[in-house]
């Protein structure tokens, strides 16, 4: 048996390839297939199977259109509400894929219908052993239990409890876990570890949903760890349900510069993929930011921040946009409405430097002519807003401006800046008007949160300062912190 891990970090969580060196079964696979055939070509496998271990609430699966591009036959719970054709399967059920004996087992808890499966290679006695755990144990803890309603969440956080202690006893000690959420998925909860591979054994002498004597005690500390998750969320499961098509990763040519004029014009929603300092310091007036790379979690918040099913334009450079639409297909916002770019190689814009085709980082040199986003809408106004470290705050606020925390709550109750006024990211486009018409200098732990809150503001047409600092270093800058 072998087991070829596919990564998604952009949501922290992995897909599976398991075979027999001929055939193979996929576990929760992400709508962007072609990365699962093309480790089944690598591995020169016949893909015979995909399994949900659940229905996923924090992406779109690529499930269905798998096993019908590839004739295979998908396993979903018997239980689960679905609009397609799939090979129901329950606990107990034990299924053959190639020399691989694929045991079902019920595990309740992340939802009210997951299911574990538990892979054995049977060719030989004893031999490798593998647990694919979804939603359910994770390294360190265990999925979340509050996204079905808020009235199901505590019986779901018992039944969590219970169902990894059973997961547990259908494999050995030596048996690699292989969970698909806990790589940075805002699906898990509890002090869960950031390791890359663990055994059951393993978990079973270190994670708190095995070791906690007390299933009351587990609970209330499940349920006391309950953060804010991305509002797309609510939009998963049913499309999960309903059967997601294949997913459209095109990248469509540009637009013209009047109708990109227009879309900002008329509110839409037109995002700017550069660096928070290239954009703060040149960009189109209504544009907002959401810097793509460096581990951003540009997919998450994008979905978190901006209202679901708006019209979308993409501003950056073409590999960028490119990117970027991949990523939004796996939360199944489709194609965006257009993508704007630099053309391969191009010119001088005046006696402006062009950046964007290395965007990623063009760092703080980048000076406020130093952009090609004034050639794409020539018709609209360009805005700047300064930026800083904490130094600059220091140096320049005054008693009436606001500091605005744009933090998750959690983070801004452990420690913040004095008199900071704690907003998240996810909740601003609703409550701009509680800020005061003053200057408003915003931070969060690294500047990326920051850098998508100041562009709203700036777009509400509020005075910003975008502090481009981490919160850890706060403190020895000379920032007065509160707890």
Not at 421 to 439: D, F, M, Q, S
Not at 441 to 457: E, F, N
Request: proline share 6%.
């Amino acid at each position: 048996m072998d087991v070829v891990v596919i990564e998604t970090p952009q949501l922290g969580d992995r897909s599976y390839l398991v075979h027999d060196g001929s055939v193979a079964l996929v576990i929760d696979p992400q709508r962007d297939i072609d990365r699962v055939e093309a480790a089944a070509f690598k591995a020169g496998v016949r893909i015979t199977h995909v399994a949900e271990t659940h229905l996923h609430n924090d992406y779109v699966t690529g499930g269905l259109v798998l096993v019908e591009k590839h004739g295979a036959s998908y396993l979903v719970n018997a239980a689960d509400r679905v609009s397609f054709a799939r090979t129901p399967v329950m606990d107990g059920d034990v299924l053959s894929v190639g020399r691989l004996s694929v045991r079902v087992v019920a595990t309740p808890g992340h939802t009210h219908t997951h299911l574990a499966y538990v892979v054995r290679d049977v060719a030989d006695d004893g031999g490798p052993e593998a647990v694919f755990s979804g939603g359910s144990l994770l390294y360190g803890s265990v999925g979340r239990t509050d996204l079905v309603s808020p009235e199901d969440t505590a019986a779901l956080a018992h039944a969590q409890y219970s169902s990894v202690r059973r997961l547990v006893s259908f494999a050995s000690g030596a048996a690699a876990l292989y969970p698909t959420h806990g790589f940075g998925s805002f699906c898990s909860i509890g002090p869960a570890s950031h390791q890359d591979a663990s055994t059951m054994g393993e978990q079973s002498t270190s994670n708190h949903a095995l070791t906690d004597p007390s299933e009351d005690h587990f609970v209330a500390e499940l349920l006391a760890n309950i953060t804010a998750y991305p509002a797309y969320y609510a939009h998963m499961s049913p499309l999960n349900a309903a059967g997601p098509a294949a997913a459209d990763l095109a990248v469509p040519e540009s637009v013209e510069p009047s109708e990109l004029a227009r879309r900002l014009h008329d509110g839409e929603w037109v995002v700017d993929l550069r660096h928070r300092v290239a954009f703060a310091e040149d960009h189109l007036e209504g544009s907002v930011a959401f810097e793509y790379g460096n581990g951003s979690n540009f997919t998450s918040y994008l979905g978190w921040v901006i209202p679901w099913e708006q019209p979308l334009t993409l501003l950056g450079a073409r590999e960028e946009v490119g990117k970027a639409i991949r990523d939004l297909a796996r939360i199944g916002i489709e194609s965006p409405d257009a993508a704007v770019g630099p053309v391969d190689d191009p010119p001088a814009i005046g006696s402006q430097a062009l950046v964007g085709e290395g965007a990623d980082n063009p760092g703080p040199g980048a000076g406020p002519g130093a952009s090609w986003v004034g050639a794409l809408a020539p018709g609209i106004r360009r805005r700047s807003y300064p930026h800083g470290d904490w130094s600059r705050l220091l140096r320049e606020r005054t008693a009436a401006d606001i500091v605005l925390d744009v933090r998750r709550p959690e983070e801004f109750n452990a420690s913040h800046v004095q008199d900071a006024v704690n907003i998240p990211v996810y909740e601003l486009l609703t409550r701009i008007t509680e800020l005061a018409g003053t200057r408003i200098w915003v931070h969060c732990a690294t500047g990326y949160r920051a850098s998508v809150a100041a562009s709203l503001l700036d777009r509400a047409g509020r005075e910003v300062v975008l502090l481009n600092a981490r919160f850890r270093d706060a403190a020895g800058a000379g920032v007065e912190l509160a707890r």
